[in-house]
């Protein structure tokens, strides 16, 4: 089969050509469990994860080398818990050796490179538990990246709520451009209805291609995300909604908040983190699609935006303490965040500082479809320093909600 007749931009290229050492290998012993086999049996060994992956993993056993199933699968089986140990390396390699004819050439589908990549999918419990000295990490030395983490809702409800602590998160490339959620959105898809707990970690060089670069907590209740690096993650959105009487659901550089309520994210760090929008599916190419404000003639509400977040129908959400820096988005709005369909006192940010982050339109913060009352709590103790929008100051807030200072 061809691959697409189409290239990338530059722009996109650049951004995703980033370089990425390979983990050091650690001595080996043998597996924690069954559902593994070693490698070799060489100093550097390591050990294998195919159909499913539970137990719990040792620094002794890395690094973990996850192929998957014959359909690229690797899965946490309900009524199991994955718990991991410092120093844990976990590559998710796939099947690199797979060939051209696995990628998809539809015209639809621009440079939708499966290249026998592997997709993690949480059905019971996991509990990643790093050290400062010792932390855990999810990569992939396979040139193309891997699909990511999943959660499934209801069905991923395993024995205690998923924790992750000292961990490192990257090179996942979810680019099945105009494809189900799973690959298309996050690169930790959280779709959780508890709560969901990230502290003291770094999620770096991951990209989506729909939504929230590096995570989406949607429908969790109570999360929260502390102390946590997000740089260099990237939505380019392919918009496969932007027709008339439709909505473009880009949004989120580095992460989005979803259906979610009462989640705190304190002292993180977002950095470099970017949003690209592009039209659609039916031009077959990918051109840069300007922003669209309400009403158009095309009749269609474009709800995207947010160089680091992104929250829908937020509810009762805390954002504070927090670094904004040097954040993108291209043409569209909400150099940093972007708050869509509120409710009353639907978000506080407090203490948060946003320092050079640029935007197509809007402002640092925009709103969208406000109810009417105060929606945004914006406390005076945020500093905004050398934020653009089309390379003049930008405002504070934009957007149709009210804004309070308490």
């Known amino acids: 089969m061809k691959t697409p007749s189409r290239p990338l931009s530059m722009a996109h290229w650049v951004l995703v050509c980033l370089s990425l050492s390979v983990p050091a290998r650690s001595e080996a012993a043998s597996p924690p469990r069954p559902v593994a086999r070693d490698v070799d049996k060489g100093p550097k060994a390591g050990t294998v994860i195919t159909g499913t992956l539970s137990g719990t993993l040792t620094e002794a056993g890395s690094p973990y080398q996850v192929i998957g199933d014959a359909q690229g699968v690797v899965t946490i089986p309900r009524g199991q818990v994955l718990t991991v140990q410092p120093g844990v390396v976990i590559d998710f390699k796939g099947r690199p050796e797979v060939t051209q004819a696995d990628v998809n050439s539809s015209i639809d589908d621009v440079m939708n490179y499966h290249k026998g990549r592997v997709e993690l999918r949480v059905y019971g419990g996991i509990q990643v538990r790093g050290t400062a000295q010792k932390k855990v990490t999810f990569t992939s030395t396979n040139p193309y990246g891997w699909w990511g983490m999943n959660f499934y809702g209801p069905g991923s409800v395993g024995n205690g709520h998923p924790v992750f602590e000292h961990m490192v998160f990257e090179r996942v490339r979810k680019n099945d451009y105009n494809g189900e959620r799973a690959w298309t959105r996050a690169a930790l898809w959280a779709y959780y209805p508890g709560p969901v707990t990230i502290l003291n970690s770094l999620f770096r060089d991951n990209e989506s291609a729909a939504k929230c670069g590096a995570l989406d907590l949607m429908f969790t209740n109570g999360s929260r995300v502390e102390n946590t690096v997000f740089e260099n993650n990237r939505t380019f ?170």
């Open 237 to 406: 959105d392919i918009d496969r909604f932007a027709q008339p009487g439709t909505s473009s659901m880009a949004g989120g550089g580095a992460m989005c908040v979803t259906h979610g309520q009462n989640s705190v994210v304190r002292g993180n760090t977002f950095r470099g983190n970017t949003l690209v929008a592009f039209r659609g599916s039916q031009w077959s190419t990918l051109v840069v699609r300007p922003f669209l404000t309400w009403p158009n003639p095309q009749g269609t509400y474009d709800l995207g935006g947010g160089g680091a977040l992104h929250y829908f129908q937020p509810n009762n959400d805390l954002i504070e303490d927090n670094l904004f820096e040097r954040n993108t988005v291209t043409r569209g709005p909400g150099a940093a965040i972007y708050l869509e369909d509120l409710g009353t006192r639907a978000v506080t940010l407090r203490r948060n500082r946003f320092l050079y982050n640029q935007a197509g339109m809007g402002g640092v913060v925009v709103c969208n479809r406000g109810s009417g009352a105060v929606e945004l709590v914006l406390a005076s103790d945020n500093v905004f320093t050398g934020n653009t929008v089309n390379g003049a100051p930008a405002p504070t807030v934009t957007g149709d909600c009210t804004v309070g200072s308490q």
